[in-house]
T-cell receptor, first 111, second 115 residues
């Protein structure tokens, strides 16, 4: 599985967009990019995933570069409840779909 | 609410004891995964079951075992417990491990404290 690199921490002001980067330069063609977040010690929460096209849902947008070596998760209007650890995970499309969590990015949303 | 339920929420036990953690997947999900989150190791994959059969193993200790029952709920058994087994244990489920229906949804976890 491809390894990901994320900044250990970031912060943004409430109401502003939060842009969380992820580097996955060794990603292969059959690997998806998934984003999860964990608020305090709750169970990880699925946010969004993509293969090569940009994706958007009610929670966030995912921008994947054309070469697929990096991506950015965008929370368009961050709220205090978005304070969490965000994990970018590359997942191979085979029968075993284990998630390999790195250290993630600790996002602090400031009032 | 992800639809995945885990019981108990908290468990306190002593070293050497055995405990069983239970997980009920989302309705319709065939695959169950177990993860351990400790302070020093982060979130680690333990084991995966699909429709009653073991599909993949991660860094699961020999003292730990799991199974998935015909009704698709799963149990994680931890025996000869040590202090270092204190952690959060999460269960996740997905519709199918293959194809595009792979998204895993996590339960709220069981917090295990071994004294």
């Amino acid at each position: 599985d491809a390894k990901t690199t994320q900044p250990p921490s970031m912060d943004c002001a409430e109401g502003r967009a939060a842009n969380l980067p992820c580097n996955h330069s060794t990603i292969s063609g059959n690997e998806y990019v998934y984003w999860y977040r964990q608020i305090h010690s709750q169970g990880p929460q699925y946010i969004i995933h993509g293969l090569k096209n940009n994706e958007t849902n009610e929670m966030a947008s995912l921008i994947i570069t054309e070469d697929r070596k990096s991506s950015t998760l965008i929370l368009p209007h961050a709220t205090l409840r978005d304070t969490a650890v965000y994990y970018c995970i590359v997942v191979r499309m085979d029968s075993s779909y284990k998630l390999i969590f790195g250290s993630g990015t600790r996002l602090l949303v400031r009032p | 609410d992800s639809g995945v339920t885990q019981t108990p929420k908290h468990l306190i036990t002593a070293t050497g004891q055995r405990v069983t953690l239970r997980c009920s997947p989302r309705s319709g999900d065939l695959s169950v995964y177990w993860y351990q989150q400790s302070l020093d190791q982060g979130l680690q994959f333990l084991i995966q079951y699909y429709n009653g059969e073991e599909r993949a193993k991660g860094n699961i200790l020999e003292r730990f075992s799991a199974q998935q029952f015909p009704d698709l709920h799963s149990e994680l058994n931890l025996s000869s417990l040590e202090l270092g087994d204190s952690a959060l244990y999460f269960c996740a489920s997905s519709v199918d491990p293959g194809g595009s229906r792979k998204t895993q949804y996590f339960g709220p976890g069981t917090r295990l404290l071994v004294l």
